[in-house]
């Protein structure tokens, strides 16, 4: 099974465990004492990030504030570097905390997306408009 296939499954079982494992194999774009940084396999935009807690902690809400000042250290470091690698025009940040609120791996991690002039016809609303619907799942 490849691990495109396993993490699909995976997230549609509801197996954190084993999502965390295919996100840990990932080539890491960014790394520090609480939080890797890898890109999405579901990108919404070019560059698409995931900072993912190096905890088992399953949302923002559970963070230390130690944690949280890495969660903004390494958001600094992937914004400033994604900037340096694809130029977006600013920055979609976000977290869902809960199934209500759209959460699918239940394990804390924060995507990065940066966007881009023209992504959308009208990017007013931030991520109520993001794109059209691309997850597989």
């Not at 914004?79 to 340096?84: F, S």
């Not at 759209?102 to 924060?110: A, D």
Request: hydrophobic fraction near 35%; proline fraction near 6%; charged fraction near 30%.
């Amino acid at each position: 099974m490849t691990s495109e296939v396993a993490l699909s499954t995976a997230l549609l079982e509801d197996r954190a465990d084993e999502i965390r494992r295919v996100w840990f194999s990932e080539p890491r774009v960014g790394e520090n004492k609480s939080f890797i940084a890898i890109r999405d396999r579901y990108p919404v935009n070019d560059g698409h990030t995931l900072i993912v807690s190096k905890r088992s902690a399953v949302s923002v809400l559970e963070l230390t504030r130690e944690e949280f000042q890495d969660l903004y250290d390494m958001i600094r470091m992937v914004t400033e570097q994604l900037t340096k690698d694809f130029d977006p025009a600013g920055f979609n940040i976000g977290a869902n905390c809960g199934e209500a609120a759209g959460q699918t791996v239940k394990h804390c991690h924060v995507h990065v997306i940066p966007r881009y002039e023209g992504d959308v016809d009208n990017p007013r609303g931030g991520v109520r408009n993001v794109k059209p619907p691309l997850v597989p799942y």
